[in-house]
């Protein structure tokens, strides 16, 4: 996976509908300094993680049993 750049999450905020962000929010997602939240690459790269995971040996949901 490649890292992700403002450019990436700037095209997808112009092709796809959704509100405005500004240059201080896109950059807080690229290089988080508030603290408050995760930056965008770390999520992307948890999920790839998720995404390589075999989950050939895990029960579905409502295999679980409640305690």
């Known amino acids: 996976m490649k890292p992700l750049q403002k450019q990436t999450l700037q095209g997808v905020c112009d ?10 929010e ?7 300094k508030m ?3 995760t930056g965008f ?3 992307l ?4 993680i998720l995404r390589k995971t ?3 040996t ?3 949901a409502l295999g ?4």
């Open 58 to 60: 895990t029960p579905p």
């Open 45 to 48: 790269e948890e999920l790839e």
């Open 15 to 24: 092709q796809m509908a959704c509100h405005d962000w500004s240059e201080a």
């Open 26 to 32: 896109l950059n807080e997602l690229i290089n988080p």
């Open 35 to 37: 603290g408050i939240i």
């Open 64 to 67: 679980v049993q409640k305690r």
């Open 41 to 43: 690459q770390n999520l």
């Open 54 to 56: 075999d989950l050939g």
